[in-house]
Structures are given as structure tokens and as C-alpha cells.
């Protein structure tokens, strides 16, 4: 609804429409280029173009500023090509995958999920005929697709008579391919490898050394800025959805015991959009909460998720991001990891809906301990006391043999859930075997509740003196897609007005200087030599200050002119049209100044590096408005501002 | 010889033990990290990191200003992953190998050239007894390595008898490995690709695109920074020859009748090492030259070539690169690829030997001409000329019948050779025909000359009224290696002093600030709350100064914690030690001034970014001598400077 209205503005009928103009416009200007166009290019593979690259570096700038360089974080940076032994312990080797079928007769490969998504969605568009029933059953499956295992995906298919889109020929029973693209290290082919789906399993291998590095202490965060592969069975939706991207990744390790962090109270007076798990569950809209408010409540599970929830609020919506089309929305239970204790996405809404493009999520001891098993490596923290302290603590020992006996091919199941009990459900388990001898405990990842019985474990509570606590530390992992929020801020920012003249449409983006591609424009009104050497006087100065400039000496009309930097998203002009003052252009309001030569570079650096506002320049300058450039009219018809 | 005397400098014996010490520094200090070290590594993979990624980042931002900002180059970020059409027109897919032999009984993999260099190595430095005669052949098999072809190394190998170093087992012949990690592109296993081997392609196929972009003006640069892959057969030299690593490439078009540089005259003046081609071959050492002379004399063939080594000579000496262990070296003819016009290497010295760390080569128009032919796209410029020229054209039309069939095979080769002529060598084949019928032809890709015949071959002068030229531009490619250059640097920033006590030596790497991983740390003298409280002030202020920076509150002695910060070559050091003012010591003199708290931020600041040097605050403040803290006394204890 917020984004029809905004695209309305736009004045344009639909999203397909608005996303056309933003899309023509961004590979019009080589924001971005489909990558090997020449030949016939490949999907799911885009170039930035010098624009596009340009605005990725300053948002991967900003992102390190506002998080490496403010939290004092540990940043590494670490290949790409990865070892399989290290990818079968996070998991990614065995579950990484997507359900494929394949045209029987072509061998052309589909996502089973996107076929039936395709034909429910068109059934319901199109089928007027179709029975309330059926509409019913059809919106269902969309909504659970996610949920469906390979057995269940593949009867819907058959039972819905699904066949090869492009060919009409039967498909393969759904099966599961594995998203990494494989490799080879070395030269005999006897190491497999691939290449890296996500940054943080660098960090993870690295955990001792920079635990080590920070002097043993916790809290402490590492962060990533990298490449990261998946091999996408048939990429859709341009630039949301590729086959390599940049993430940029934070995981900070904290004390599972104490998840408080000392700077929350910087953003705990936030307030934006959220949609916790219950009114989802319930289909009530999102709604602005207090970010504070959220955590007290219990909303969002504990400090340091929220403290990275209001940070990274902050960071999107400083690069552009519209804070009426952001939210974050928590998962549902069944969407998370088992291990995971909460997880939110930044979520911002495009012309194709809402888009995930930051995961923030406790994934608790998982990752760590998934290594430390693996490599034999401990990664753990440890904690001295000032003082030995008297701890009771619950010892659960199962019985390897007499749960193997029982389970056989589940007993380790069986055995890693008895010890994950906590302490309450412990003392009501053991409660009921020594009452009744037996007892239906129900193991998660079996899925169903088995029988024990007392010989199985032993659970008891016992005291001890320590001297220290042994822990595996919990991560945080906030994990941007850098692609996918620099194209959500694309369509955010982007607008059209009428040129003066009314007969095309101007193409803006509203970049702030932050983020813009070029800070700064320079023109000589007219070509003449003397113009053109101030103009070049002023670039000078402007390198000097490390402002990113284009200077612009060819003869087209200064309204055009114009009208090309605000398709890149240029913040300002300067417009050389006397030997001791130029002008200086806001792209979005066209408010134009008076300042003189010397000045120039200084006021723009000023104002692109936010130690003034356009407001300050204004209040600083005399207004100019002698012609109304730009409509490409140079001189001596004097129109008022509107 | 320079080397040694730096390493003897710094107390050290020899290169292995110098370059140890720089390594356990490096390592201990997570300047880097061998990858996947819990899981044993990888060869050829490490990890940067904490303080080696800040420098990367340094050494990359600095790079970006110092090439794009500055030339205004247009910037690309294009993908790892590369399909194979791309890679087979660049010549990566045939060319791109190293000869290997294989244990016949184990499979282990070897480089061919690395075990017959060993052999001779050994033989040079162990076998005392070692006739005069053969001492001379393994020195000539060394030095003419490259140029063997797999035959000629295969046929050396069993002359020597060599075999497989760890079994002592008979080895395979050689044979071509290619040095390109394969993949696979989508899930039909039909579509191979590569990870890219440089990033130079992704600039060369959006040519036309970027040509646009510029306005179809000659000439630009397009720059891109980015991770390449070569699957090395077994890896050595540490962080030298990886099989992941950081390009930063930069690829100037140009007309090639026309490589003029307008800026050549602002770096025309700079002197230091070169090593001319001529030089080498008369086994003259390298000396100092004037990029002036030696663009105009012709040892440089042109001025953009020349322009782009003295930036680069700019580049590296401003990151901290000594200037005395630096040279540019020319490519002798046949390291050269045929179809280069001029290439010259940026050389530095480290404990390895002279490592090449840029590549800056006229590569004339091959890359372009190559991807017009594969893809059927013209990558061309045109230039309208302000009037229609008369030309006298050459026109060379070999005959494809007469040539093939007497060449047969080879007709492609010699036909491309005819096209290739110059027109002083036209005219004089033309002139020969014509007297004697027939002619001797050198083909420099068959190596060998062969008998031209009238009917193979017509050559002619016409005139032609051109209104514009249509051409295939040549490109400049200055190419950076970027993790080549920081590890150089690693070992020309590195060196020890004795600490007063004299019982150690402490590691100081002597970055200077603008690579310097941390700018600035921050140190309450005691422990004290009071101390501490102002230390937090200054972090906070410096942070709003976007440096970065450390606290260090432990209780470590002074001593030691400047020790540690001069270990990750930290340039200051800010010891809180009352409540108005602070002091500020330099790393490398351990001068200490005496700051104001309020003030302090901006002093580093300046220092930092390079306003203001460390000369210029000594004389704005006043020297602080009160106590010798790098010793860890206190106070009272009054030395006098040294």
C-alpha cells in the first residue's frame, strides 16, 4: 500500500511499470551491467558499472565506520575457496540445496518450488472459474512452500499435473542440489573444495586466534566483507536474487549467560516498524515499536540482538533507505535453525515485495561447537573467577549402550537431546522415572517422542568448587546483502518530475552525498576558455579535498546537463559562469547559491561530508535565481522560484 | 647486497633468520593467518588478519585515490565467476599452465621447473666437488628455466636422473596443468566456468559500454579491485605465491598513434632504479635513470606507459616501500607475449629476492581484438575527422589458397604474419618479389623463416579519402599485486631494538600512518578511574575523527604496552597521565610532546592524514622527558635523550 502510493507519486501506474523506469535508467547510466554481455551474458552474474561500483564503495565505507571502526571490531578477510571439510562441519555440504526437477526429456533443470508457485499464482489470477475451494487450497500451498519436504513437493507437482514449462514434456521426482559451486585444490584432484556461500565461516575457524587477540575477553565481534557464491538453479528477479554477491558480516561472541551490551541505551529510544512472531501469527499488521520496549517485553530476545537491530536501523536508513518501507520482522519458529535462540530480518519493501536483506540472528553455540567437534579444536572462552564459587550443576549422563540397545541407528539423537535438556525439564524427567520408571521424552530432531527408561541416564545435581566457567561462546550474527540493499535503495530513491518544457520525464535519484556516486559536477555555463580554466582550477581543489567530481565542458545545454547528473544521483553543481563566483545546485530542490571561487571546493566538502546541511548553506549564501537554468535558458528571462 | 646490509642493520645474520623474525612477528600479531588452521590449512590460502586486513584496506583506499580518484577512471566490479567462452577467447583455457609431473606410483603432484631448479640449486651449493664445466650448465639450465618447453624439461629431468623428492619414485613426462580453479555454472553441468585469473576481462568485455560512458572519447581508464584465483600446482613463498589473491587492475585505452600523456611532464622529472632491457643483456647492474630521459631516449616506449611507472613508483614509495629496494624492470623480448609492445615490472626486494609486485605492460590491441573475433561485438573507437583526409593506406591481401597450400598447417600463422608487416617491411617483401620472385620470410610465431612466393601475396599503397578512423584502441595495463606488495611492505617496515633492559628485542613495524593498521592508541598510565574516564573522552573524540584507534586499560607496565603497539607499527601512542593533558609519543623516535586533552584529536588526527608531520608538532608543543616510560619507569627517574 506504501509503496502504490509511492509509485504513484512517481506517477506511474503499477510496480512492473516503476521497476521498469528504475531498471532502464540504472543500466541506461551503467549503474549496473549484466555481466559477459557480449556474449549473450549469464544468468544471475551483474558488472557495477563506474556509478553502481562507486556507490558500493561508500556504502561498504560507511558500513565499516559505522560498524568495524565504532564497536572496535575485528575484521579479517579470508578466501573464498573453501575446503569441503570445513563446509561439512557448518552444515553446507549436506544441506545447502534447493529441490530441483528436471525436464525428462531436455535435462532443462527447475526449482520445484518456483514451478508450483507459478501455477498456484496463476490459477488464481486467471482461473475465474475457480471454486472458493480450491482458491483456499492454492493460497495454503503458497504459504507453506517453504515447509515442504522433497516427497510432498513432488506429489503436489504430480497432483496438480505440473510439467516442463517450455516444453510441456513429464519432470524428474523433485531432488536435492547443492546450492556451492564445486571446485577442485590443487592438481590432483583429491581435495574437493568450494566456494564460500557465506563469509562467516571464516570467522568462525578463526575463533581462538582472535579470542586470543582480544585478550581472552568477551563480549568481542569480527566482522567480514567479502564475496560469497551460490549456484542458483535459475536465478529470477535481477539483481535481488544472483549467483555471487558481497555480504558483509558481523558475528559477536558474548557470554550465553549475558547477553546485555553496555551501548543499548543509544538506541533503545528508537522507534520503527517491527512484526514480531505473534501478530504474524495472527495477521495483524507490523507496527512501529520502541525498540527499548521490545526488548523489555521480550519481543526480541535479548540486548545485543536489539542493540544490532537499532544499529542497523540506522545504518540503512543513513544511506537512503525510506524508514516507512523498512521493517524487521522476526522469524517464525518454524522458519529458524533449531539452535537458533531469535532471529529478525531487516526487511525492506521494492516493486518486488518485501526483501530480506539483513539477517540479524542469535544462532547460539551452534557454529562453534559444530568446528570444535570437527577439528578437535576447542573453540571455547573461559571465564576466571575472583573467587572459587560453589556451583550446583545438573550432570545428565545417558547410557550409550542401553539407549543404543533400544534405538540403535537413532541413539545418538536420542543421546544429544537427553543432554540438551534443560534444568527444569531434567528434574521433571528424572522426577517421573523414579516414580514411574519410565517416561515419554520427546526428541526434537526425531520428531517424535520416544519411551526411556531409568536404566537409560542418570541425571543428578551435584556441587563444585570452580575456579572458572569453560564455555562455548554464543554469536550474534548480523549479516548484510550488500547487492540486495544497494538495489532496494536504487528504487528508494528513485523519482521522476516533469522537465519544464513538459515533454519527457527527468530521471532523479535522491542519493544523499554519502552514498551518491559523484559528490559534485562542474559546468562552464558556456564554452570559453576562461570558464574552462576556472572549471579546472575548481577540480583541483576539489581532488584536493577528496571529493569524487566529473567536470563537463561539452556545449549541451546547461538543463541538460543538469538533468544527466541527477540521473546519477549527483548532489550538487557547480556552474562556472564568471571568473570570482559560481553557482552551486541542490539536485533535488534546484535552489541555487552564490559563492565565490576560493570558497567552492570547501562548501561542498562541507556539505557532502555532513559537517553542514544544505539548510546551513543556504542561511550562509545569497540565493541565486538570475535565469532559471534549468530549463536550458541562459540568460535574461527571469522566472521566480515556484 | 642493499638487502643484506638493511638485514644486518637490524642485527640479523641472513635473509632466512630476517625473514623469520618478520614472519613469527606477523603470525603472532595476526598481521595474517594460514587458513583453515584448525583444520591443518591450506597451501597457497591465508587469511588476513585483524591488523593485516586494516592495512589491506588502507593500501586499497589509498590505491583508489591515488589512481581513480585522481585520473578520474571508471571503476567495475564484475564477478569471480567466469564462463568459459571468456576465458577461451582471452587464451586462459589453452595457455594458462604450468608443466607438471606426477609420482607414477603415489600421483603426487610436482611442478616440473621447481624440481629441476632444486636439482641444480643443490648440486651448485652442496656438491664442493662439482667440475667447473657442469657448474656452468646448471647455472645456464637456472637461469633459461621459462623458456624450456615440456619436452625439452621432461628430457633434462631423466638426463638428471630426478625423481620424485618424498618416494624417490620414477616421474611422469611433463605435462600442461591448467592453473584455473574449474566450476560448473548451474545445475545442468553443462555450462563450465572458471574463477577469474586476473580482472582484467570483466573491462575488456564492457569496452563498448564503458567507451560510451566516457563519451566516446579516447582516452580512459577503467580500474578494477578484485579477488583473482590461480590453482597452483604446490605452492611456496609464503603470503608470496598464493592460489587467492587481491588484484587492483587498471586498463588505459588509448589511439594507438597517439600515446601522448598530458600529465607525463608532472612525474617527468622523478628518478630511481629502472633496468632497461639492454642493461640486462649485457649483465649490467640497474641504475638510477630520469623518467624524462628515459621515455625520450626510448628505453620506455612511450609517455602513458611512462606516466603510469612513475605513479606507481609514487604509489608504492608513499605506502613505505624503500625507494633504495625498488626498481622497474623491462621485459626482455622473450618474456613478452608477441603481441606486447612494451611491459616493465615493478620489482621489490624482499628476503625472497626481487619479487615482481605490478605489471605494467603495453599490451597494444590484443585483449579487445581478441573478444571482437570470439564474440562477433567491434570493440572499436571511431574518430571523426573535422575534414575528410586523403590517406595512403597499405594494403596487404595474402592469398589463402597459394599460402595454404604450401604451408599447410601453418597457413594461419604465416598469413597473420603478412597481415602484421609494417609498412617499411611491406615494402621491402614488395621490392624482393618483385626483383627476384620470391623471398625469405621470418614468421617470429613459427621461429622460423619461410619461402614467399609473388602469387602468395599482393602489397600495394592506395589512396583513400577517410572522413573518420575506426580502430581497435591499444590498452596500458598497469596490474597490482596486491597482497605481493603489502607483504614487501611487511619487510621493509620491519626492524628491532634492543629494549633498555637489553634482556629482548622488540619488533617495530615503521608504517607510516596512512597504512598503519591502527592510527592511534590510547593509554591511562595507571589504573585509575579518573585516568580512565579521560581516556574514554579522547577514544570518543577520535572516533568523531574517524581514527582509528585502541584503548588499552590493562595493568601492563607502559613499557610493554608501547612495545605491543609497536609491534602492529601503531605511529602514536597517547598516555592519559593527568587530567588537562595528555602525552603523545611517535613511534620510531619515541619523542613524546605534551598535549592538551581538548586538543589531542585533532593533533592526530592532522598528523595522521598527512596535514601536519611529526616535525611540526615537535615544534608546536612542548618535549615531554619527565620520565623514560619505554623503559617502564615511572617516575623520578630522569634520563636525558639519547
Given amino acids: 500500500k506504501e509503496l502504490n502510493s509511492r509509485v504513484s507519486e512517481n506517477g506511474g501506474g503499477n510496480r512492473d511499470d516503476f521497476r521498469q523506469g528504475v531498471v532502464n535508467a540504472l ?14 551474458g549469464v544468468a544471475g552474474l551483474y558488472d557495477y558499472g563506474p556509478p553502481g561500483c562507486a556507490v558500493k564503495s561508500n556504502v561498504l565505507a560507511f558500513w565499516r565506520e559505522h560498524f568495524v571502526l565504532e564497536e572496535n571490531m575485528l575484521e579479517v578477510d579470508c578466501p573464498c575457496v573453501t575446503p569441503e571439510v570445513v563446509l561439512k562441519a557448518s552444515g553446507h555440504v549436506d544441506k545447502f540445496t534447493d529441490l530441483m526437477v528436471k525436464d525428462e526429456k531436455t535435462g532443462t533443470c527447475y526449482r520445484a518450488d518456483h514451478l508450483l508457485k507459478d501455477f498456484c499464482k496463476d490459477k488464481l489470477e486467471k482461473d475465474l472459474t475457480l471454486p472458493e475451494e480450491k482458491a483456499m487450497e492454492y493460497k495454503r500451498v503458497m504459504a507453506t512452500l517453504d515447509d515442504l519436504s522433497g ?46 556461500p557465506e563469509t562467516a565461516q571464516g570467522i568462525f575457524v578463526n575463533f581462538k586466534d582472535l579470542y586470543y587477540y582480544n585478550g581472552n575477553k568477551l563480549p568481542f565481534a569480527a566482522a567480514q566483507i567479502g564475496q560469497a557464491f551460490r549456484n542458483e538453479i535459475s536465478p529470477r528477479q535481477g539483481l535481488l536474487r544472483v549467483r555471487e554477491f558481497t555480504l558483509a558480516e558481523i558475528e559477536h561472541f558474548v557470554d550465553p549467560d549475558d547477553k546485555s551490551h553496555p551501548k543499548f541505551k543509544d538506541v533503545s529510544n528508537l522507534e520503527f516498524f517491527m512484526y514480531p512472531r505473534d501478530e504474524q501469527k495472527e495477521a495483524k499488521p507490523f507496527k512501529k515499536l520502541q525498540l527499548g520496549d521490545a526488548v523489555k517485553k521480550g519481543n526480541i530476545n535479548n540486548e545485543t540482538l536489539g542493540y544490532f537491530i537499532g544499529r542497523t536501523y540506522l545504518f540503512l536508513t543513513s544511506l537512503g533507505i525510506d524508514k516507512e518501507r523498512l521493517r524487521f520482522r522476526q522469524h517464525m519458529a518454524n522458519e529458524m535453525a533449531h539452535y537458533a535462540a531469535d532471529c529478525w530480518d531487516a526487511e525492506i519493501e521494492s516493486s518486488y515485495g518485501w526483501i530480506e536483506c539483513v539477517g540479524i540472528a542469535d544462532r547460539s553455540a551452534y557454529d562453534l561447537r559444530a568446528h570444535t567437534e570437527k577439528s578437535g579444536v576447542q573453540l571455547v572462552a573461559q571465564e576466571k573467577f575472583a573467587e572459587p564459587r560453589e556451583v550446583e550443576k545438573l550432570v545428565i549422563t545417558p547410557s550409550k549402550k542401553e539407549v543404543g540397545l533400544v534405538f540403535k541407528g537413532n541413539q545418538k539423537k536420542v543421546i544429544e537431546a537427553l543432554e540438551a535438556m534443560k534444568e527444569a525439564k531434567a528434574m521433571e524427567v528424572r522426577a517421573n522415572l523414579e516414580a514411574k520408571g519410565e517416561v515419554e521424552f520427546f526428541v ?13 541416564v542418570s541425571i543428578s545435581k551435584e556441587k ?22 544497494i538495489y532496494c535503495l536504487f528504487e528508494h530513491s528513485f523519482y521522476t518530475r516533469p522537465s519544464k518544457a513538459g515533454d519527457e520525464q527527468c530521471n532523479v535519484f535522491r542519493f544523499p552525498p554519502l552514498v551518491a556516486p559523484i559528490k559534485c559536477t562542474v559546468f562552464p555555463l558556456i564554452q570559453k576558455s576562461e570558464y ?4 579546472k582550477l575548481i577540480s583541483k581543489a576539489l581532488t584536493r579535498a577528496r571529493i569524487s567530481h566529473k567536470i563537463d565542458i561539452t556545449g549541451t545545454s546547461i538543463g541538460k546537463r543538469y538533468a544527466r547528473t541527477d540521473e546519477l544521483g549527483v548532489p550538487f553543481a557547480i556552474t562556472v559562469d564568471s571568473s570570482n563566483s559560481v553557482t552551486v545546485r541542490e539536485r533535488d530542490s534546484k535552489d541555487q547559491v552564490r559563492v565565490s571561487v576560493d570558497e567552492v571546493a570547501s562548501v561542498v566538502k562541507d556539505v557532502t561530508d555532513g559537517d553542514s546541511t544544505w539548510t546551513d548553506i543556504l542561511s550562509r549564501y545569497p540565493l541565486h535565481s538570475s535565469y532559471s537554468s534549468d530549463e536550458g535558458v541562459l540568460i535574461g528571462d527571469i522566472h521566480s522560484k515556484s
Avoid: W
Wanted: net charge positive; aromatic share 12%.
Fill in 444 to 456: 526434537c530432531t526425531l520428531g517424535q517422542s520416544v519411551t526411556l527408561t531409568k536404566n537409560m
Fill in 151 to 196: 516427497k510432498e513437493l513432488g506429489s503436489k507437482l504430480k497432483e496438480y499435473g505440473i510439467v516442463a514449462p517450455d516444453t510441456k514434456n513429464p519432470l524428474s521426482d523433485p531432488y536435492p542440489f547443492n546450492l556451492m559451486f564445486a571446485t577442485s585444490i590443487g592438481p590432483s584432484g583429491l581435495s574437493p573444495g568450494y566456494m564460500r
Fill in 27 to 40: 543500466e541506461r547510466r551503467l549503474f549496473y551491467i549484466p555481466s559477459f554481455k557480449i556474449y549473450r
Fill in 464 to 485: 563444585k568448587k570452580e575456579h572458572q566457567k569453560v564455555f562455548i561462546p554464543s554469536v550474534i550474527e548480523p549479516s548484510f546483502g550488500i547487492g540486495r540493499i
Fill in 532 to 535: 574552462e580554466e576556472v572549471a
